[in-house]
């Protein structure tokens, strides 16, 4: 069974653009990026779009669908009335390159400054993990860097100056991910706090409800790592094991 529905989708440049309204077929079973490449093949070959596996894994066709962040891939027609105007738009956060198509660069340059894995002392072969610990940060490698969580954190969504002190929950979910590895020896806690501006961070959860891989980012890594910084600098009996010498591997001292 097939439908005409009425679409309204961003068509311009980083300098100027405007929505733009068609009326395309629509068959059932379909998702939003299948009307996308409808429009593509009929009335707007021009129409540039990023997206690659077209099953939710790769997190290329990141975009708003009437407001809201989403993949194109994984929003599906049905959850649409057939009469409702739908309307297609690039991530806000990011600069628009061309229609629905951003330069999400700012990502790959965070990713850059967060300190790979460091193991210390310790050699291939001598460590060993509790089933625990793997299953604590495992949930986090699900990401597909889709980066909705980035565009929907009003930190640097409605705050461009932000960008350069805040990684954004995609990457503070990282930095939670090595703190929680048992060998990994840096102290992540410093890191998230100084150099990648965890302390912006409100735990809105708005990060959370957009994850299409449902990452519990709030709850599993940044709350975690707020507490864990708070436990560092604020904690008496931390303070207390500092001047006794008690100094955990990868732990500043803290300060009297």
């Known amino acids: 069974m ?8 961003w068509r311009g ?32 070959p021009d129409l ?22 989403r993949l194109l891939c994984m929003t599906r027609m ?19 390159i061309r229609d629905l198509v951003t330069d999400v660069s700012f990502n790959y340059e965070k990713a850059r400054e967060i300190p790979s894995f460091d193991p210390g002392d310790t050699k291939p072969g001598e460590f060993r993990m ?17 980066f909705l969580c ?27 991910e090595l703190e929680m590895h048992p060998a990994d020896a840096a102290d992540r806690r410093r890191i998230a706090q100084d150099d990648h501006g965890l302390g912006f961070c409100n735990i809105t959860k708005c990060c959370t409800e957009v994850c299409p891989e449902h ?14 910084v708070a436990g560092q600098r604020y904690d008496p009996l931390v303070w207390l094991g500092s001047k006794l010498g008690i100094v955990r591997k990868g732990q500043d001292t803290p300060s009297a």
């Open 13 to 44: 440049d980083d300098g100027d653009g405007e929505l733009v309204d068609y009326t395309i077929e629509v068959n059932e079973g379909e998702v939003v990026l299948d009307i996308i490449h409808r429009l593509q093949a009929t009335q707007a």
């Open 2 to 9: 097939s439908y005409q529905a009425k679409f309204r989708v």
């Open 78 to 96: 049905s959850t649409f009335t057939e009469d409702e105007t739908i309307t297609v738009t690039p991530v806000r956060t990011f600069p628009v």
């Open 150 to 176: 980035n565009n929907v954190c009003h930190v640097i969504r409605d705050h461009e100056e932000n960008k350069p002190e805040f990684a954004g929950p995609r990457f503070l979910m990282r930095i939670a």
């Open 48 to 69: 540039a779009v990023r997206w690659n596996c077209k099953a939710g894994k790769c997190g290329s066709c990141s975009a708003e669908i009437n407001g809201m962040p």
């Open 130 to 146: 509790m089933q625990q610990d793997v299953e604590r940060s495992q949930e986090f490698r699900k990401c597909i860097e889709c």
């Open 215 to 228: 990452i519990k980012i709030t709850d599993n890594a940044l709350i975690p790592m707020k507490e864990r």
